[in-house]
C-alpha cells in the first residue's frame, strides 16, 4: 500500500504506510503517548486506536486528557461489567451499558435481585479479568449471523437493538474474551487500563425507559482512569451524603414530607419557616428597591387560560388534571406567568409605564412522576420567586442585564462565590415543539448573546433546552463541594404576549407589543433552601440560623443571670434558645453542636458576677468571656453584614 500523510494537531506532518495503526504512529511519537493513549480521533471521528488508517487524514491520539477518551474508557468499563456478569451469571439478559458522567451502568434482567454480596463478587472478577489484559477486539459479523447469534443464547433484547439499528449487512460487535456485544465502538485496547473504578448500587430501569416494558436491574459504578480520580470522587459522595438536605431537614426539624398529605408536597416546620421568612424578607426589599411591583394571583384558574397560554397543549404532561367548578373546568396554576399577563391587561398601558416588573413569591402544583421526586430539590407544590418583565424592544437588553446582575447579588449575598452561565437554545431540528417562528427565536437569542458578551460573562451554548416559548439564560450556581446547582433562570418570550394580544400605546400614539421576559433568580424557595441546607451542611450562617444563640447556664445558681442575658439577646433581636435542662454543661454543648447553632453562651458564677458571657463558636470553638454588650455588637455585625461563614 502507498505511503499515507498524517497531520497531528500542531500542524506537523507524517508521511507513513498505508495501513499503519493510530496506536504505531503514537509510538513514533514517542513511549508516554504511547502509553496514555486509550482512543484515537481520524478526521473528526472516534476510532480504535488497532484501526489501520487507510487513507491521508488528520490524526489525534487521546489520552485521559480529553473527555472523548475518558468516555470511550467507561464505555469499557462497562463491557467489563457485562463480561464479568455473565461469568457469575451466566443466565442473565443483557440490556445496553453506556458511559454515563462519573462512570458506567449496564442492565441485566435476572430472576433474583442482585445483593451488595453480588456486587462484591462482581467486581472482584472484573478486578480479575482487567488483570489479565484481555484485548478488546472488533468483529463484523453478517446480521442473519448476528441474530441468530442472540437467538441461541436467548438474548431477546440484544435481537431487538440488531433488529432496529443495525442499519448494513455487517454489524459491528466487539469481544472482551469470552464476552461479545453488539457495539460501534471505539474501545480502549484492553481490560489492563481499568483500574480506578468501584460498583455503586443497583437501581429498577424499564427497557428503553418505557414503563410498559420489561423491568431490568441497572448496575451502575464510579470510573476514572487515575485512582486518585476515583478517591476524589469518593470522598465527595461520602461529603454529599454527610450534607443530604433530607437528612439534615429532619435531623434540624427544618421541613418535613407527609405520608398523609401525599408525596412531593412540602410542610415547613418552625425553624425552616424561620429561615424562609428571612430569605423572603430580603429578597422582597431588593425586589422593592430594584423597581418591582409585588402582586399576588390565584392558585387555581379556569382551563382556558391555559389553552389560550399554550401550557394546555405544550406543557400538560406537567399540569394536573381538571377541576370541574359549576360545569366548567379550572386547573391548578404550573406557572405564575398567565396570572401577571392579565394584571398587565387589566387596563391599556402607555409606553411611559414601561417597563413593568410584576414579582411573586408564587406557590405553582407540576405533576412530577413519584420516580422523580426528591426532598425539596423536586416537588409537586412549590413557590417560586417570580417575575415578568413587559417592555420595550428597545429596553429588552437593559432588562435582561439587570436580571442577571440580580443573580450575581443573590449569589453573593447567600454565600456563593462560582458559578456557570447557559445559553439555552432551541433545537432546529424539532421546531414543532416550539412556539414562535424561526425569526422570532433568532432574533430573541441574538438579544441574549448580545447581552452576555456585552456583560463579559463566559457562557455555554445549549442547543435543544429552551423552553418551549423561547431561549433563555440559565445560571448555575455551584456549591461547597463543587456540585453545579440550576437556579436562576432568565428567559425571553415573544409568545404570549402574541398570544394574549398585550399591546401598550406608544410614543407615536399607535398600539404595539410589548416584549416579557420571565425571571426566576432562586427557581423556587423549596429548592433553594435545599442548596443551602447543602451548601452550610445545615450549619447556617449567623443571620440565616434559625437559632443564633444558646444560652447555657451552668447550675441553677446562675438560672436568673441566664434569663436576664437571654431577654437581653432576644431584645436585641437576635434568636436565643435557653437551655434549662437540668444537664452538664457538655450535653448542652453537644446538643447546641449538633443542632450547629452558631454561638454558646457560657454562664457560670464569675459571668454572673461580672457580667460577662464565656462564648464559644461552633467551630472555632472557645472564644473567652466577653461583655455582653460586645457579644451583642459584635453579633449584629456578622448579622447585619451577612457574614457567610
Not at 477 to 501: H, K, M, S, Y
Amino acid at each position: 500500500m502507498e505511503n499515507i500523510q498524517i497531520t497531528l494537531p500542531d500542524g506537523s506532518t507524517r508521511e507513513v504506510p498505508g495501513g499503519t495503526t493510530a496506536a504505531q504512529v503514537a509510538g513514533q511519537i514517542g513511549p508516554r503517548l504511547a502509553k496514555d493513549a486509550l482512543v484515537a480521533r481520524v478526521d473528526g471521528e472516534l476510532v480504535d486506536l488497532s484501526k489501520p488508517l487507510d487513507r491521508s487524514a488528520k490524526l489525534s491520539i487521546l489520552t485521559a486528557k480529553d473527555p472523548d477518551a475518558v468516555q470511550v474508557f467507561r464505555h469499557s468499563a462497562a463491557h467489563l461489567l457485562a463480561a464479568a456478569v455473565l461469568e457469575l451469571y451466566p443466565n442473565v439478559k443483557l440490556g445496553v451499558g453506556p458511559p454515563i458522567e462519573t462512570g458506567f451502568f449496564y442492565e441485566f434482567v435476572r430472576e433474583q435481585p442482585f445483593t451488595p454480596e453480588d456486587l462484591e463478587k462482581i467486581e472482584a472478577k472484573m478486578r480479575e479479568l482487567a488483570a489479565k489484559d484481555i484485548p478488546n477486539e472488533r468483529k463484523w459479523i453478517p446480521k442473519p449471523e448476528a441474530l441468530e447469534l442472540y437467538r441461541k443464547s436467548n438474548q431477546e433484547f440484544k435481537c431487538e437493538l440488531v433488529e432496529e439499528k443495525a442499519d448494513e449487512p455487517m454489524v459491528s460487535f466487539y469481544t472482551t474474551g469470552k464476552f461479545i456485544d453488539f457495539c460501534r465502538g471505539p474501545h480502549i485496547p484492553s481490560t489492563g487500563r481499568i483500574k480506578a473504578f468501584k460498583l455503586m448500587n443497583v437501581a429498577g430501569a424499564y427497557w428503553k425507559g418505557d414503563e410498559k416494558n420489561p423491568q431490568m436491574q441497572r448496575i451502575y459504578g464510579a470510573c476514572f482512569v487515575e485512582q486518585k480520580e476515583l478517591d476524589e470522587h469518593l470522598h465527595k459522595l461520602e461529603e454529599a451524603k454527610r450534607r443530604d438536605h433530607r437528612k439534615l431537614g429532619a435531623e434540624l426539624d427544618l421541613f418535613s414530607i407527609q405520608d398523609e398529605a401525599g408525596p412531593g408536597l412540602i410542610f415547613w416546620h418552625p425553624k425552616g419557616g424561620i429561615i424562609r421568612r428571612i430569605m423572603e424578607d430580603w429578597l422582597r426589599t431588593e425586589l422593592t428597591r430594584r423597581g418591582y411591583d409585588l402582586v399576588y394571583t390565584p392558585h387555581i384558574m379556569r382551563r382556558d387560560l391555559w389553552r389560550t397560554s399554550g401550557h394546555a397543549d405544550f406543557y400538560s404532561d406537567n399540569m394536573f388534571g381538571p377541576i370541574e367548578v359549576e360545569k366548567a373546568d379550572y386547573q391548578l396554576k404550573p406557572m405564575n406567568c398567565p396570572g401577571h399577563i392579565l394584571i398587565f391587561k387589566s387596563h391599556l398601558r402607555s409606553y411611559r409605564e414601561l417597563p413593568i416588573r410584576l414579582a411573586e413569591l408564587g406557590t405553582v402544583y407540576r405533576y412530577e412522576r413519584s420516580g422523580v421526586l426528591h426532598g425539596l430539590l423536586r416537588v409537586r407544590g412549590f413557590t417560586q420567586d417570580d417575575a415578568h418583565i413587559f417592555c420595550m424592544p428597545a429596553q429588552i437588553e437593559k432588562e435582561v442585564q439587570d436580571c442577571v446582575e440580580f443573580a450575581w447579588e443573590v449569589l453573593r449575598v447567600f454565600g456563593f462565590s462560582d458559578y456557570v452561565v447557559e445559553l439555552s437554545a432551541g433545537d432546529p431540528a424539532h421546531p414543532e415543539i416550539y412556539a414562535g417562528t424561526p425569526e422570532d427565536w433568532k432574533r430573541a437569542e441574538d438579544a441574549l448573546t448580545s447581552t452576555l458578551k456585552r456583560m463579559n460573562v463566559p457562557y455555554k451554548y445549549i442547543p435543544g433546552e429552551a423552553a418551549f416559548y423561547g431561549p433563555k439564560i440559565d445560571v448555575k450556581l455551584v456549591d461547597a463541594i463543587g456540585r453545579p446547582w440550576q437556579l436562576t433562570t432568565v428567559q425571553f418570550d415573544f409568545n404570549l404576549p402574541g398570544r394574549f394580544e398585550l399591546e401598550y400605546i406608544g410614543e407615536d400614539g399607535g398600539r404595539h407589543r410589548p416584549l416579557m421576559v420571565h425571571r426566576a433568580l432562586w427557581g423556587s424557595v423549596e429548592r433553594f433552601f435545599g442548596v443551602l441546607i447543602e451548601h452550610y451542611a445545615g450549619a447556617f450562617p449567623a443571620w440565616l440560623a434559625p437559632v443564633q444563640a444558646s444560652v447555657l447556664p451552668l447550675s441553677e445558681k446562675t438560672m436568673d443571670y441566664a434569663h436576664k442575658i437571654t431577654k437581653q439577646l432576644k431584645d436585641a433581636g437576635f434568636r436565643v434558645h435557653l437551655d434549662d435542662r437540668n444537664e452538664k454543661l457538655q450535653a448542652k454543648i453537644r446538643d447546641a453542636q449538633l443542632q450547629k447553632i452558631p454561638y454558646m453562651l457560657v454562664l457560670g458564677g464569675k459571668e454572673s458576677e461580672a457580667g460577662t458571657v464565656a462564648v464559644r463558636h461552633r467551630t472555632k470553638g472557645d472564644l473567652g468571656p466577653r461583655p455582653v454588650e460586645q457579644f451583642i455588637a459584635d453579633l449584629r455585625s456578622e448579622v447585619d453584614t451577612r457574614t457567610a461563614l
